[in-house]
């Protein structure tokens, strides 16, 4: 089983529409973080939040951790094809250790 | 991907034979982290190591894997007679050391292991 469980795993919309795709878990993370990856990549940071309930924007992409810091979300704003891509949540746990969610494969078509 | 090197980036093996992948952490950084992604899938998590040291490796397969971060030289994981389920793209990340709160991880680019 997942510690962190993504919401969808699979998501498919037109240029112009906006999508939030989440990130759950029973933990507590010290800080969560999100990463796009493309395909033969590796993943790339895009944020990493911290206190609970923060809220940081990105441009169109607005990240926001939970107030007990056990969640979060991604919302995206008027997709782009350039948006495309495998998004992950990972949450670091009090002893420094990290772990991945399974991903939400986003595709905008165009 | 901020100067985490792994090498090499794709390695074709036969069954039985040993894969060896080589991670360069960022300069500075002393925590090192390996992760498995199949194709489609997320990334799961194999084993944290520190120099000298395997902090958690709960992720690893009971037999055939091994994982190391000797005091001088990248880390290394190995797989010994690899089977057509091994094949999948090998990600290494590292980390400062001591940082918690706020912690950053920065992953290399990827070894692609293909066994035929």
């Known amino acids: 089983t997942q510690l962190l469980e993504q919401s969808p795993q699979f998501l498919s919309i037109q240029e112009g529409e906006n999508l939030t795709v989440y990130c759950n878990s029973s933990s507590v993370f010290s800080s969560l973080q999100w990463y796009r990856q493309e395909p033969g990549e590796g993943p790339v940071l895009l944020v990493t939040?911290?206190?609970?309930?923060e809220v940081k924007k990105l441009k169109r992409l607005t990240f926001q951790f939970g107030d007990a810091r056990k969640d979060s979300s991604l919302h995206i704003t008027a997709a782009q094809p350039g948006d495309t891509g495998l998004y992950l949540c990972?949450?670091?746990?009090?002893?420094?250790?990290?772990?991945f969610g399974a991903g939400t494969r986003l595709t905008v078509k165009p | 991907n901020a100067g985490v090197m792994q090498n090499p980036r794709h390695l074709v093996r036969r069954r039985g034979q040993e894969a060896r992948l080589r991670c360069s952490p960022m300069?500075?950084?002393?925590?090192v982290y390996w992760y498995r992604q199949l194709p489609e899938e997320g990334l799961k998590f194999m084993v944290y190591l520190q120099k000298e040291n395997i902090i958690d490796e709960s992720g690893m397969p009971k037999e055939r894997f091994s994982a190391e971060f000797p005091k001088e030289g990248p880390s290394i994981l190995r797989i010994q007679q690899v089977v057509r389920g091994d094949s999948a793209a090998y990600f290494c990340a590292s980390s400062p050391l001591g940082q918690n709160f706020g912690n950053t991880i920065y992953f290399g680019e990827g070894s692609w292991l293909t066994v035929v």
């Open positions: 300069k500075g950084h002393s925590h």
């Open positions: 939040v911290v206190t609970g309930g």
């Open positions: 990972a949450g670091v746990l009090e002893n420094n250790d990290m772990r």
